[in-house]
């Protein structure tokens, strides 16, 4: 199973940018695909995460609003389109693949909860 980020880079505030997250080596009918961030110095937090199989989304707290997940059947890939960036937005974004649904905010940002992990794309948001 792989999942590969890619879309991160250098914006200004108030610019928008999509990340990408391919997904392969395994049936993602059978999962849920997320987002997270880890900013310098704090702890990984989640964005968003997304059902493959009907396409429920959940968002982290505070994270709905300028952040949107959705997926390509086809592509098989996820999306993570962020708007109005602010500095504090910058951070290293992550997507996680796992079998379950979580089926709170809470359960959905327990890192250990998720099985698989991409490398990460850095995201600057320069003021």
């Known amino acids: 199973v792989q999942l590969q980020a890619s879309g991160g880079g250098l914006v200004q505030a108030g610019d928008s940018l999509r990340l990408s997250c391919a997904v392969s080596?395994?049936?993602?009918?059978?999962?849920?695909v997320g987002w997270f961030r880890q900013a310098p110095g704090k702890e990984r937090e989640v964005v968003a995460a997304?059902?493959?199989?009907?396409?429920?989304?959940l968002y982290g707290d505070s994270m709905e609003g300028r952040f949107t997940i959705s997926r390509d059947n086809v592509l098989n890939t996820v999306y993570l389109k962020m708007d109005s960036l602010k500095p504090e937005d910058t951070a290293i974004y992550y997507c996680?693949?796992?079998?379950?649904?979580?089926?709170?905010?809470?359960?959905?940002?327990?890192?250990?909860?998720?099985?698989?992990w991409g490398q990460g794309t850095l995201v600057t948001v320069s003021s």
């Open positions: 997304i059902k493959w199989s009907d396409g429920r989304t």
């Open positions: 996680a693949g796992d079998t379950a649904w979580k089926n709170s905010a809470h359960l959905m940002g327990v890192t250990g909860l998720w099985e698989f």
């Open positions: 080596g395994y049936t993602l009918s059978r999962y849920t």
